[in-house]
């Protein structure tokens, strides 16, 4: 074998070696936690990114009376609020004990890109993109979702199943204890939507 038959065989060889790399599948441990934190029970987490790190706690949720999380999953399709002026955001799909929740997690630098990122996703709300009137109740959605409207904050929940408001309500105090809500907006399947007011210990509608 000649030595440029040999480079040019080598020069073929390393764009599959890359492809590989690109593709492959992140442990939990490779973003952010260590194998002696984690036990072979934690959720399995799909990353294209192992700079990324995970806010959401599943251990935390299960606590407050949430289903065990087997795997978190991130969410890379575009929405309305991806469009906006978020400082972070956390996008995950929670599976386990045959339920599946889409978890969504937006924090601004100040209430009025807070505001603008609210008023667009109720002009074209998910994948329907309804426009929804604040405070209005007409809106129905064949599927379940709960939002948590702070200064600085976006919480969304959507699920094929109802949710456990209570849960979600606990979960958020816990990790998110600063947040106050100005707005709830909480609609069932198949029902109409149900405005909420927030305070320490109830929600109530508006």
Known sequence: MTRITFYFILLLALPSCSND??????????IGASEKENSKTEPKLDAKNDTIQIKFDPTIFELCGGFKVDTMEYIEVNEVL????????EKLSLQGNQDQVSFKEYTFLDSIARKNSFYNLLDCFD????????????????KYHLLFVSDYSIHWISSD??????IWSEYLKRTCPQD????IFEQL????????EYNENAMNPI
């Open 82 to 89: 991806d469009r906006g002026k978020y400082d972070t955001r």
């Open 189 to 196: 399947k198949n029902k109409c939507v149900r405005w909420l």
């Open 180 to 183: 106050r809500y100005h707005y």
């Open 127 to 142: 994948k329907t993109c309804e426009s929804i009137e604040l405070l209005d109740t007409a809106f129905i959605s064949t």
């Open 21 to 30: 790399e690109s593709t492959r599948t992140l442990s939990y441990s490779e």
């Open 161 to 166: 199943k109802n949710q456990d408001i209570k």
